[in-house]
């Protein structure tokens, strides 16, 4: 493969021709067009639109008990509970803060509350420092992602992603008509050489060449890998030969552990560089959530775009979910302003954290070794970043292991062996003994036998399973002491006879 | 027609039929499928889900001040201001609460957190009293309709809804494909046996009858027109017969000023009965809110459906939006807990609330008689419940009113009169005038040329401006004059001599 450098377009790319049929069709909606004329100009006096006045608000105040970042290390210390230092910030209708809940708890638009709508595009400016892109607020991640499906796909797509990747979110647009594709993928996440393949070599019969495609760039999920700068410039570069869309969820982002060397985007920010802070085309829809920063039930979060899915984006949001719940929007105000956190605050706050997981990564790798390893049937490698460890179970070593499954059946496309029925045991065997797990198998894209290579299909490499060090050091104590009896149990079994 | 009286069903309808092929398609979040497996049985170890621990989370508690309901005007007391009597509610991560934030700041699941779900269902029992229906929380009206509209409509659908109705929600399928046929009102709403005519004379070269109905049954936007129990009944009779889901979206329930004397579900519950109450085969989905009744930044709402749409519906959430944000559950929660204000307290509220828009609907007209009604040129009806006037505009008082132009143009299908262009005209000239007023155009359902009656389209009959009494006085006030003026100049003017 050649590895083309990325171009700075000196004029920004026209990406419109991406946008779905329901998209163009969307017409903004009426009422919140009306609502914008109230703005028109100062003193207009609306009898529009029917919004309780915020002397009806049974709401005067709301105080959020946080955390203090006046701390060295603010996560270890607000582990210790009641005791811990904390920061009282408070969204008030009478008193003065950044957001009052006047504003706060009215209707806004499909864009968030302009003072959410601030700081988080501040905070995305100090990690990232895109091109030329707006933050458009959202609920979460999953309904980020859900809103640039939407504006982006067309019943018939495909699409692009890791060939293990998040079913939560592959599972949303399949009722819409679009079908995946996997991309090969090996510890350091997606191939560049295999995307180029794919796209190289896309038959037409299978629809139109995919225009979109979803990563996880820092510890993917489920394998937990993390693609490099480089590999990350290369996977740009395709994108801009073949004119992909590229939607980076990347909850993760600061659970990157080990980093520190890699180039950033400014030395005050030491994460590696998201696909985002390298779009100069506007080509990538970055998605970001407060879920794992902060706690998940906030379903908070944002995208960040071009000018053009913005739009999109602000029209599809005021015509479907509208914009996000005020208190979330009013928190973050507070939190990032002057007399909370601040920006600098979240920042210790965020690194804090990732030095929490960090203890916890090792914990699970320690515990790993000690319970599991010495079976000798499973190995783990170390993440760079996330939560989740991908840990490969040599299933060859299973008495009851086939790999000539495909001759027997005669089935020349199907998988050579039965690594996913062992797999599916394993995985009965483990809730049997108490554990939950996640098996690779739900996050696999299935090969199209039409179109695909079918000489290693992806169930034959469903021999992994997703464990994740997001719990307490008792769970991952207990979890893995079940897992490493399961395993050797489950290894140690005669081999049937059947009759 | 023959009014059929409604039949209960000794056992439940079937209605499975009338969902989407997007619904049909959607698999179950495979995520959300492991996630119940960990509650298989009890002190089961998860490795699986990567959900942050809640010693992680920065939020210790949440205080919220909220309104006392402990005395007698509730709403007329807190108006005060800052001296009012308050009652703090909190949630907490540490201290004794009804939805503790540990649970409240998870991810949950599409239903939403049992404790919120309780609450929210109990206040439906209490109000309505349904069959057999579960509720299922949503991210406010707006994003409930929506959902609904995703697993029921099919592109090449038609809807139904009243001919002026809440174009926010009609915009909302138009990009699915799917096109609305209006029905005729009168002061009391929509006209049964106009509904009845358009499915009898349903042309199937206009695609499938329609099986989805969206309707407001009190206080309707724009036209503020409530429909009576008798309309109700006979409604519900004839979406019986031919098989139509009712969408019940009724954000103004609480603010019925005049239906003391009405059948009500119980001697408790002096509202008017609901769709949701009459509904014995489980074709009614109603959307309750709580941004009218609490706080439009709320965005948290409830679906009371059949099982089997919630089951669609909780499909659905888990694979776009996911569960609401924690915040509003909690807060729903302590409040309606016996330490909150309890079922019997929110019912002082909303009563209470229900006396303060009676006074201004008073305000309103008063203002409307003094400035609005001595020109000659507008009229309004007192509207029953909700916020909304719908005001007459006596167009054809206008000096270039023409009710000739069909015979001009020589178009037969078109509108007889310029009353869309003369009302377009005043819309402006309110605008230039500092007065922002919903002109009745944008809530027109557009007559099919094709398929319906045009002998009466609903452009000749855009004569209306829809005004607000949710605001202040000063707004009604001074909107109102300038309402007054504005009519009496562009009715003043001479007649244009055309050169």
């Known amino acids: 493969m050649t590895v083309v450098s990325i171009t700075a377009m000196s004029t920004p790319v026209d990406l419109t021709h991406h946008l779905s049929t329901e998209a163009r069709l969307r017409k903004p909606n009426p009422m919140k067009e009306i609502w914008k004329l109230t703005r028109r100009r100062p003193n207009m006096v609306s009898l529009a639109n029917g919004d309780p006045h915020f002397s009806l608000y049974p709401i005067r105040s709301i105080e959020y008990e946080m955390a203090s970042v006046a701390v060295k290390d603010p996560v270890a210390s607000w582990r210790a509970g009641p005791s811990a230092p904390s920061h009282t910030m408070k969204s008030s209708a009478h008193e003065p803060c950044a957001l009052p809940i006047q504003a706060g708890m009215q209707y806004s638009h499909g864009t968030g509350l302009p003072d959410a709508q601030r700081v988080v595009t501040e905070l995305t400016q100090f990690y990232h420092a895109p091109a030329d892109h707006l933050c458009t607020l959202a609920l979460g991640n999953s309904d980020g992602i859900t809103k640039c499906f939407r504006i982006l796909g067309e019943p018939g797509d495909t699409f692009i992603a890791d060939e293990f990747t998040f079913s939560s979110v592959t599972n949303v647009p399949?009722?819409?008509?679009?079908?995946?594709?996997?991309?090969?993928?090996?510890?350091?996440?997606?191939?560049?050489?295999?995307?180029?393949?794919?796209?190289?070599?896309?038959?037409?019969?299978?629809?139109?060449?995919?225009?979109?495609?979803?990563?996880?760039?820092?510890?993917?999920?489920?394998?937990?890998?993390?693609?490099?700068?480089?590999?990350?410039?290369?996977?740009?570069?395709?994108?801009?030969?073949?004119?992909?869309?590229?939607?980076?969820?990347?909850?993760?982002?600061?659970?990157?552990?080990?980093?520190?060397?890699?180039?950033?985007?400014?030395?005050?920010?030491?994460?590696?560089?998201?696909?985002?802070?390298?779009?100069?085309?506007?080509?990538?829809?970055?998605?970001?959530?407060?879920?794992?920063?902060?706690?998940?039930?906030?379903?908070?979060?944002?995208?960040?775009?071009?000018?053009?899915?913005?739009?999109?984006?602000?029209?599809?949001?005021?015509?479907?979910?509208?914009?996000?719940?005020?208190?979330?929007?009013?928190?973050?105000?507070?939190?990032?302003?002057?007399?909370?956190w601040g920006l600098a605050g979240f920042d210790r706050w965020v690194r804090s954290l990732r030095a929490e997981y960090h203890r916890r990564r090792a914990h699970f790798l320690a515990l790993f070794e000690r319970e599991v390893a010495p079976t000798g049937i499973a190995g783990a490698e170390c993440p760079e970043a996330g939560m989740f460890v991908w840990i490969r179970v040599h299933v060859e070593k299973h008495p009851r292991y086939r790999a000539d499954r495909r001759m027997a059946s005669k089935d020349v496309a199907g998988p050579r062996t039965n690594v996913k029925e062992l797999m599916e045991e394993l995985f009965e065997r483990c809730l049997d003994g108490g554990l939950v797990i996640m098996p690779a198998s739900i996050f696999a894209l299935s090969a199209d036998p039409k179109f695909d290579d079918m000489e290693d299909p992806v169930e034959d490499r469903v021999n992994y399973l997703r464990a994740t060090f997001a719990g307490t050091e008792e769970v991952m104590e207990q979890g893995l002491a079940i897992l490493g009896r399961v395993l050797e149990e489950f290894f140690a079994e005669e081999l049937k006879v059947f009759a």
């Open 174 to 340: 399949l009722a819409q008509g679009i079908k995946w594709a996997g991309i090969k993928m090996d510890e350091g996440g997606m191939i560049p050489s295999e995307l180029e393949r794919t796209l190289a070599t896309w038959d037409p019969a299978r629809g139109r060449r995919p225009h979109v495609m979803y990563l996880i760039p820092c510890g993917q999920n489920p394998t937990g890998s993390t693609l490099s700068l480089e590999r990350r410039k290369q996977i740009y570069a395709i994108a801009q030969r073949y004119d992909l869309i590229i939607i980076e969820d990347d909850p993760y982002y600061f659970l990157q552990y080990d980093a520190p060397s890699r180039a950033t985007t400014s030395p005050d920010t030491p994460f590696v560089r998201s696909f985002l802070s390298l779009d100069t085309d506007g080509r990538v829809m970055r998605i970001d959530s407060f879920s794992k920063i902060m706690a998940p039930g906030m379903r908070l979060g944002w995208i960040t775009s071009n000018a053009t899915f913005h739009d999109a984006l602000v029209t599809y949001t005021d015509s479907s979910t509208m914009h996000p719940h005020g208190f979330g929007q009013m928190l973050i105000t507070e939190m990032l302003a002057q007399t909370g």
